[in-house]
């Protein structure tokens, strides 16, 4: 079935240091959406892409989609404490025109200060 | 921004008593609703699709009678977990979308079920 997979699962930086998280998608997506989960919280949606190649920033937060819609990533620029969380990616079930997402595997991120 | 409310957030109960959990959109309707599951450090698992109006819809592998919802308006649904077991201990999310340009998903505080 279709799987949507993080790498890393845990990364531990520095405060100060940078930060990424891939996610790959073993369909084609329509678009992928990012969200943030803070330890016992909920998801924050943090954004959506949808074109091919797309790149969008948020501050120190850089989002990329693939040329081939079916891989994404998130780049943390200088992270600080307050961006501990775990980051999930998340994509239509099936891949193309629906509101219900598969989520990805999610990337734990710990900054020690 | 779009706020959802869920209650309680936490709950214990024995086992075989029916727990009841509530989503509420608090400044914006919402026809569809979402139910997830999450279980500790791993993903969330979509459950189920809350239509206002109409009956849910249920992934595979989701019992409908055990899960039960109901999305009687436009702002609130419900998760009924019938005759709980110790199994059915879990995280339970849920989310309501709103189109702000684009559909998103706001989510709620989530329910710490636990079954004893």
């Known amino acids: 079935g279709q799987q949507v997979m993080q790498i890393p699962q845990y990364q531990h930086v520095q405060e100060g240091e940078d930060f990424t998280t891939y996610c790959n998608s073993s369909?084609?997506?329509?678009?992928i959406q990012w969200y943030k989960q803070r330890p016992g919280g909920h998801p924050v949606f943090l954004i959506q892409?949808?074109?091919?190649?797309e790149v969008k920033k948020q501050k120190r937060l850089t989002f990329q989609f693939g040329e081939a819609k079916k891989n994404s990533s998130l780049h943390i620029t200088a992270t600080q404490t307050t961006d501990v969380g775990t980051y999930f990616c998340?994509?239509?079930?099936?891949?193309?025109?629906?509101?219900?997402?598969?989520f990805g595997t999610g990337t734990l991120l710990a900054v020690q200060p | 921004g779009a706020v959802v409310s869920q209650h309680p957030s936490r709950v214990i109960c024995k086992s075989g008593t029916s727990v009841k959990i509530e989503c509420r959109s608090l400044d914006f309707q919402a026809t569809t609703m979402f139910w997830y599951r999450q279980f500790p450090k791993q993903s969330l698992m979509l459950m189920a699709t809350s239509n206002e109006g109409s009956k849910a819809t249920y992934e595979q592998g989701v019992e409908k009678d055990k899960f039960l919802i109901n999305h009687a308006s436009l702002t609130l649904s419900t998760l009924t977990v019938t005759s709980a077991h110790p199994e059915d201990s879990s995280f339970y999310i849920c989310s309501a979308e709103a189109f702000f340009g684009v559909n998103i998903q706001y989510f709620g505080a989530g329910t710490r079920l636990s079954v004893l």
């Open positions: 892409l949808v074109k091919s190649g």
């Open positions: 998340a994509g239509p079930r099936g891949g193309g025109a629906t509101n219900k997402l598969i």
């Open positions: 369909t084609t997506l329509s678009n």
